[in-house]
């Protein structure tokens, strides 16, 4: 078999999306129009003629460059309308090790990558929930906590808006974000949800009380997955537990359609509790990392 290594430029977007739309791991953070709103740069390894494809994203810093995974990228790796054989996943990381200095991967759920030297592999949870059954049915698997949170809920007689502009979502998300980000972070953020909207993938949903959103979240859609891709709420969202309500009123609109409801994670255990309140379950999927820089080189990041 062989791989080639090629640039962004070199990359037939045609060939390549198909690929992604027909991979039994589809999902919007393979395509290339979603890298290119999330990379700066990346490129890809192919093989056979776009049989098998990894795009691989990098930056460079102090003169070499890296890979990394993007933000808002939960999972990328190999991507083929067959089966991934594990083979081929390692002769695809041999070429990374040796194109560069330091990478971080996260390969998809579909993938199998060897615990072998030079590489650390860790296994990492997703949360996903099939959309097969009418919303009665997928409301029987809620726990009792997340029914009594959404009864709650529907005291306040808010209602749920769609659509709501993302700049609503992102203020939200400004005021009440639980890690430090830069107005770079907040500026690329908007372009990727513009992009997803324009592009007419993606939907705000939210609650508002009197003229604020207080909760609000952002799903993104692909063929097979809709992800939870982005979610904000403020003091009075939480106390009138808008998120429970948010992601219940998506279920219910959706149940049946054999869409998978993608959570993107998570390894923190309030938030997997949360997923996993509305029948959402775990879905293992692996980091792959090495370190070639020397020793007395501060860190990538």
Not at 105 to 123: H, M
Not at 269 to 281: K, M, T
Request: proline share 3%; aromatic share 12%; no cysteine.
């Amino acid at each position: 078999m062989k791989i080639v290594y090629i640039n962004r430029g070199a990359i037939d977007t045609e060939k390549w999306d198909q690929v992604v739309k027909e991979s039994p791991a589809e999902t919007i953070y393979a395509y290339s129009w979603y890298l290119d709103a999330v990379a700066s740069g990346w490129s890809a390894l192919v093989a056979d003629d776009y049989r098998f494809i990894m795009p691989v994203v990098w930056k460079k810093k102090a003169g070499m460059k890296y890979v990394y995974q993007p933000f808002h990228t939960q999972q990328l790796g190999v991507f083929s309308k067959e089966y991934v054989d594990p083979l081929i996943i390692k002769k695809m990381l041999s070429i990374i090790y040796k194109k560069f200095r330091f990478a971080g991967i996260n390969f998809n759920a579909k993938n199998l990558v060897g615990e072998e030297d030079p590489f650390t592999v860790d296994d990492k949870s997703n949360y996903i929930m099939e959309l097969n059954k009418d919303y009665d049915q997928h409301y029987k698997s809620f726990s009792s906590n997340a029914k009594r949170n959404i009864r709650k809920s529907v005291e306040y007689d808010e209602v749920v808006e769609k659509e709501v502009p993302v700049e609503e979502l992102l203020g939200l998300k400004r005021a009440n974000d639980v890690i430090q980000r830069s107005e770079e972070d907040y500026k690329g953020l908007l372009n990727l949800l513009e992009t997803i909207r324009s592009r007419g993938a993606g939907s705000v949903y939210a609650i508002r009380t009197g003229t604020e959103v207080t909760a609000a979240a952002f799903f993104a859609f692909s063929r097979t997955r809709a992800i939870y891709l982005v979610s904000a709420s403020g003091k009075t969202g939480k106390e009138h537990r808008g998120m429970f309500r948010i992601v219940d009123a998506f279920i219910r609109e959706h149940a049946g359609s054999g869409m998978i409801l993608d959570f993107e994670g998570s390894n923190i255990p309030s938030v997997a509790r949360f997923f996993g309140s509305f029948g959402a379950l775990p879905e293992i999927y692996q980091g792959v990392s090495f370190n070639r820089l020397p020793s007395t080189l501060i860190k990538l990041r």
